[in-house]
C-alpha cells in the first residue's frame, strides 16, 4: 500500500469516530486535525497517540441527531417530528446524568463549562429548553431559536463544546481515582505501574501482625488478588477513607491525603519493625517497640526497643514506682518527664 493512501484511510477512520476518538501530538490533544498532522503522523507515529473517548450511555448518533435539529429549519413546521427527535437527543443526556456517580454529581472540580453543562442537565426539567436554551448558555453561547437558526459555525462549536464538556463530566470520578492513586505512588515511593505488585509484597510480609483495625482492613485490600486493577485501587481507597469514592464529597477527597497519610505512618512503622526483627533473629518471647523523638530544632531521634518476656515484669515494677512518684502532678509535668526520660534513656 503506498504512503499516499494511508492519510486517507486514517482521516476517514478518525473523522468517522471524531467525537469518540481524541488525537494527541507529544502528549497534547489536537482539538482539530489538519492535513500536516496526517502526514506527520504517518512519518512519526511514535509523536502520536489515540484515546477512545465514548460518553458512557451516549451513542455518537445522538450528537449527529443534535446537529440535524439546529441545522433543520424545514422542523420548525412539523411539531410532532421535531418532539421526536428532540427526545432522541435529550433523553439519553437526562439517563445519562441520573447514572453519575454521587462524587460526580456533586463535585465542584470540573472547569467552568463542565459544571454549567451537569447543573442544566440536573436543574433543567422542560427538554426544548435544555437543548435549546440552557446548555447553549452553559457552552457560552446565546439561546438557540427555530425561527433564526443558528449557523453552521455555531452550531458546531454548540456540538464540539458539548462533546468536550460531557466528556470531562464522564471521566470526573476516574480523574478521582487516577489522583488517588498518584497520591498512594507518592506516600509509598512507588511508580505507578508498580504500586500493587509493591504494596502486595510489602502488606504480605505484615499482614500476620496487624492488630489495629484500620492498618489491618488496609493490609487486607493491599493483598487482595481477586479483583482487577480497577477494582483493587476503589477497594484501597475506599478502606482509606473509610467511605466509598463514588459517593464522596470534595471535602472528603481533601480528607483522604490526611487519612492516607496516618494509614503510611503506621504501616512504615511496623514494617521497620518486622524489618529489624528479622534482620535481628529475634525469638519468641520478644516484643519490639519503635519509638522517634523529634525536637523543636527537628533533631531526631529514632529507637528500637526489645522487651524480654523474662523482665517484661521488673520492668512493670519501676514503671509503677515512677508513676507512684507522679501521682497528683498535672498532664504537663507527667509529659515533661517523658519526654526528659526518653531523652536521657535513649541518648
Partial sequence: MKEGIIPVILASVLLYYREE?????????????????????????????????????LRGEIFKELETILSNSQLKDNSQVRN???????????????????????????????????????????????????????????????TSPPSQEVTQIFKTTLIKGLREINQAYDTLLNHCQSLLNTAFGVEGDKLRANLRLRGYNIKDKCVERSLKRFTQAIIDDSQNDSQWLSAVVMVIADKPAE???????????????????????????????????IQEGVTARRITVTRDDGKETLRMVWIDDTREKEAEELVNQILTQLKGCDRKLREAVLAKLTEKILN
Wanted: glycine residues 6%; aromatic residues 10%.
Fill in 21 to 57: 476518538v481524541g488525537v494527541y501530538q507529544d502528549g497534547t490533544f489536537v482539538p482539530v486535525l489538519g492535513e500536516e498532522h496526517f502526514e506527520l503522523l504517518v512519518k512519526n507515529p511514535e509523536r502520536y497517540g489515540v484515546k477512545y473517548f465514548a460518553i458512557e450511555g
Fill in 84 to 146: 421526536a427527535t428532540l427526545l432522541s437527543v435529550v433523553t439519553p443526556l437526562y439517563q445519562f446524568v441520573k447514572k453519575l456517580p454521587r462524587y460526580t454529581q456533586q463535585t465542584k472540580n470540573l472547569s467552568k463549562t463542565a459544571l454549567q453543562i451537569l447543573h442544566s442537565l440536573q436543574q433543567t426539567v422542560e427538554p426544548d429548553e435544555l437543548l435549546f436554551s440552557a446548555l447553549p448558555s452553559a457552552c457560552g453561547l446565546s439561546s438557540i431559536s427555530f
Fill in 247 to 281: 459517593s464522596w464529597s470534595d471535602e472528603d477527597a481533601i480528607a483522604f491525603e490526611v487519612k492516607l497519610a496516618d494509614i503510611v505512618r503506621k504501616f512504615e512503622n511496623l514494617e521497620a519493625i518486622q524489618t529489624e526483627v528479622n534482620s535481628q533473629g
